[in-house]
């Protein structure tokens, strides 16, 4: 038995994060993700929200299981076109307006054509602005100043720019030689690498797992409706792979897997949570147990939704959520490890 490489996880969250996926406009990073499956010949679908399943057969057919992770991120859409040119915006999923100044960032039309800018406050320049510092970051105060020579709402509209069109934000994404990764979209997209490196080590050694598994990519769930469908009626335990909120008080750091006790949306199913403490513990693997206080995940989405499973939440923990974003190679290498084995165990039944 060897764990998967860890440093072949973050080349590909490397290039998960450097596809554009806001909440909205994921089919680049399905396909990516599709392709990926496919040279593994794995069989994938997609559901009609544009997520994708693939699913690894298992000795018991009649229990499932299901993993989820996410590839959708925050991002926004234009607004409004500016007289000056500028574009005004409307963000998509959970963050605010700081998070996101002197952002470089690509608008790609409904065409498909792409430009790059810069996310901006109105009053940015020190020189001609008195309030620079202190006037609020909002919508009104920000905007994006394209990388073309536009001085009118027409000359944004001859380009092809238009309201709705969607904006990514550039990751920025550096490995540093100290194991960290700097990077926005870590959320989910070091899930998605480590279930995607979990699928090609499970074919590669070829392992029998015990149930049934299906891996569900969704692409929702920013806005909160990712992994809440297309969960077979089979489907007993259902595991979202998230990120570790981190924070004052937080016990989750950088380093060890993340096991949610309970979110906002409530505590996780209690003998689960158990079993993968129990898995941590025997496989000497790192662990933290924690509560996020603003949270919700795919798995309790699917609670919600209506479906009677066993859920759970784990993830690698990420400072700074929803902004500038880092975790450390041991965190997404713990996270793996408990994977790896929880493929593996036994069913609550
Ligand atoms: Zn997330």
Do not use: W
């Not at 074919?203 to 692409?219: C, D, G, R």
């Not at 859920?311 to 400072?319: A, K, P, V």
């Amino acid at each position: 038995m060897a764990y998967a490489n860890t440093d072949e996880t973050v080349s590909l969250l490397k290039e998960l994060v450097s596809i554009p996926s806001p909440s909205g406009n994921t089919n680049e990073v399905i396909t990516y993700v599709e392709n990926y499956l496919k040279e593994l010949q794995v069989e994938t679908k997609r559901n009609r929200k544009g997520g994708l399943i693939a699913t690894l057969p298992g000795k018991d057919q009649k229990n499932h299981r299901m993993l989820t992770a996410h590839v959708d991120t925050l991002g926004a859409i234009v607004k409004e076109i500016k007289p000056s040119g500028r574009l005004k915006l409307d963000l998509i999923g959970g963050f605010k307006y700081n998070s996101i100044e002197g952002e470089y960032c690509e608008i790609e039309t409904s065409s498909g054509k792409k430009f790059t800018g810069t996310i901006l406050m109105h009053q940015t320049s020190v020189h001609v602005y008195k309030d620079a510092g202190k006037a609020e970051r909002n919508q009104d105060n920000m905007e994006v100043r394209l990388d073309e020579k536009v001085h009118s709402v027409d000359d944004v509209r001859a380009l092809g720019i238009a309201v709705g069109d969607f904006v990514s934000f550039d990751p920025r994404v550096q490995t540093t030689p100290s194991g960290y990764i700097k990077s926005r979209h870590l959320d989910d997209k070091a899930s998605v690498a480590i279930l995607l490196q979990l699928i090609k080590q499970v074919k590669a050694e070829n392992i029998e797992l015990p149930y049934t598994t299906h891996f569900l990519i969704s692409n929702n769930e920013e806005i909160g409706y990712g992994g809440n469908s297309n969960i077979t009626p089979e489907t007993v335990e259902y595991l979202a792979v998230d990120m570790g909120a981190m924070g004052d008080g937080q016990s989750t750091d950088e380093y060890t897997v993340s096991i949610c006790v309970k979110d906002a949306s409530g505590p996780y199913h209690y003998e689960l949570r158990k079993r993968l403490t129990q898995l941590a513990i025997d496989n000497e693997i790192g662990y933290k147990l924690d509560i996020y206080p603003y949270y919700g995940s795919d798995a309790s989405a699917a609670i919600r939704s209506g479906h009677d499973i066993i859920h759970g939440l784990i993830g690698s923990g990420i400072d700074s959520s929803h902004a500038f974003e880092r975790t450390h190679k041991d965190s997404i290498e713990n996270t793996a490890k408990l994977l790896y084995h929880y493929v593996q165990s036994e069913m609550i039944l």
